[in-house]
C-alpha cells in the first residue's frame, strides 16, 4: 500500500481538550502528532461525526501549551479514536 501521508507522523502522548459548541468538552490524549493533525483517543465513547469543526488546546502537566485553541477537524473516528487534522484560520 503507498503512504499518501505528507507529513511525518511523531508518537507522543499529550493530554487534549477538544471544545464544540454542539457537545462541550472532550478530554483525550494524542496518539501521535504531525505538521498535519494528530491520532486522539478521547475518554468518552460519544464522538464527535467526521467534518464536526474542533476547538483544541494541548495540555502539559503545568498549563497549556497553546494558549489559544487551534481549530482542528474530525477526519476520521474509529470508536473513541479520532483522525484530526490541523485548520488555518
Same mark, same amino acid.
Given at each position: 500500500m503507498e503512504e499518501r501521508r505528507r507529513? &511525518? +507522523?511523531t508518537s &507522543?502522548?499529550? +493530554? =487534549?481538550?477538544l471544545t464544540n459548541p454542539a457537545f462541550g468538552t472532550l478530554i483525550g490524549?494524542?496518539?501521535d502528532i504531525?505538521?498535519?493533525? &494528530?491520532? =486522539?483517543?478521547?475518554? @468518552?465513547?460519544?464522538?464527535?461525526? =467526521?467534518?464536526t469543526v474542533v476547538d483544541v488546546v494541548f495540555?502539559?502537566?503545568?498549563g497549556p501549551v497553546n494558549a489559544q485553541p487551534v481549530a482542528m477537524k474530525v477526519m476520521h473516528t474509529?470508536? @473513541?479514536t479520532l483522525g484530526l487534522m490541523f485548520l488555518a484560520r
Open positions: 507529513f &511525518a +507522523r &507522543a502522548i499529550i +493530554r =487534549v481538550e490524549s494524542t496518539r504531525s505538521d498535519g493533525g &494528530a491520532l =486522539v483517543m478521547v475518554d @468518552n465513547e460519544l464522538v464527535p461525526p =467526521v467534518g495540555k502539559k502537566v503545568v474509529h470508536k @473513541n
